[in-house]
């Protein structure tokens, strides 16, 4: 298959382009902004006519989440109107989508994992962008796949780990919001299923939606905890509540995801959050 990356600088697909080399049955055309901007339409439609693309895989995103509650247009730009230009481009030519969605679309309500078709009501703006790209998806893509994710992390790029390592390192204390719980995914292991998965999503037609996250349950203290814990780290994290650490942008308090769907359709068993924070942590 000819795989079409976007983004492909970010987590994920930095994720995605390394293990690229292990999956040489594919030709992968990876991409970042600088190539290819999925807001130009006009770029988009050259860049589908001149080359051959079974697959997009759609990594970019404006994903700094808080930056989008003032960053509004930008924002929208990247997360709904550039996924609207790519479902156009893909039905036109016939190419699969696949679209990496948040588990921000939820509002956190739920006291149990979110399923696929559970009501969706995101908090912030990021989440909102985030569901109104899935919505284009449904109404302009001819056959896609979205995953909904959460709390990605990489040893590409910034995120959370990063950060808790390097605020580890510099302080003898921090304190970490205790109140919010979901599950950390390894980008690493979301690149591999969708690989792996390649021959085995539903892609003949419609718009399929699938969750993906590690297995297991914490809080981003517990997170914090096991990061520092893995690293040997001395530092002390105190768990606050997150009226204590305010932010612009409102989190959804539960965002565990049910993977079940994704489990059965490609019969896959997903990495133990704590094993795979272990397997990044090897890299850093
Ligand atoms: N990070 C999370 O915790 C999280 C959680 C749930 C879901 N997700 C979703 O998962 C997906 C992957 O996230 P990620 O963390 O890998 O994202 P990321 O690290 O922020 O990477 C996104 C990439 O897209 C690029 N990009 C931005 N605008 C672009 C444009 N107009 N054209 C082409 N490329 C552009 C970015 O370049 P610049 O860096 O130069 O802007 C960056 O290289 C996203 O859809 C995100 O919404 C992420």
């Given at each position: 298959m000819h795989i079409l990356v976007t983004g492909s600088k970010g987590q994920l697909g930095s994720e995605i382009a390394e293990l690229a080399t292990r999956y040489t049955h594919h030709n992968f055309i990876l991409t970042d902004i600088d190539e290819l901007d999925i807001s130009n339409e006009e770029a988009l439609n050259t860049f589908f006519d001149n080359t051959a693309i079974d697959v997009l895989i759609n990594c970019a995103a404006y994903t700094a989440v808080d930056r989008c509650e003032t960053e509004k247009e930008l924002a929208r730009k990247i997360n709904v109107l550039a996924v609207k230009l790519l479902a156009k481009v893909c039905t036109k030519h016939s190419v699969a989508m696949i679209q990496i969605s948040s588990d921000y679309v939820y509002d956190g309500n739920n006291h149990i994992p979110y399923k696929e078709i559970d009501f969706t009501n995101p908090q912030s703006y990021y989440g909102e962008t985030k569901l109104e790209g899935e919505e284009m998806m449904e109404e302009f893509c001819s056959h896609g796949i979205?995953?909904?994710?959460?709390?990605?992390?990489?040893?590409?790029?910034?995120?959370?780990?990063?950060?808790?390592?390097?605020?580890?390192q510099e302080r003898e204390e921090m304190n970490i919001v205790y109140d919010q719980i979901g599950t950390p995914t390894y980008a690493a292991d979301l690149a591999t299923t969708?690989?792996?998965?390649?021959?085995?999503?539903p892609f003949m037609k419609g718009i399929h939606t699938f969750n993906f996250s590690n297995e297991g349950v914490c809080s981003w203290y517990d997170f914090a905890q096991e990061i520092i814990r893995l690293k040997n780290i001395k530092c002390s994290i105190k768990p606050i509540e997150t009226f204590e650490y305010p932010l612009p942008a409102k989190r959804p308090a539960y965002s565990v995801l049910n993977k079940a769907k994704i489990k059965n359709e490609l019969e896959i068993d997903i990495p133990y959050w704590k094993d795979s924070l272990e397997r990044c942590l090897l890299k850093l």
């Open positions: 979205i995953i909904r994710t959460s709390w990605l992390y990489s040893s590409f790029g910034n995120n959370f780990v990063k950060t808790i390592l390097k605020y580890a969708i690989l792996d998965g390649l021959d085995k999503l």
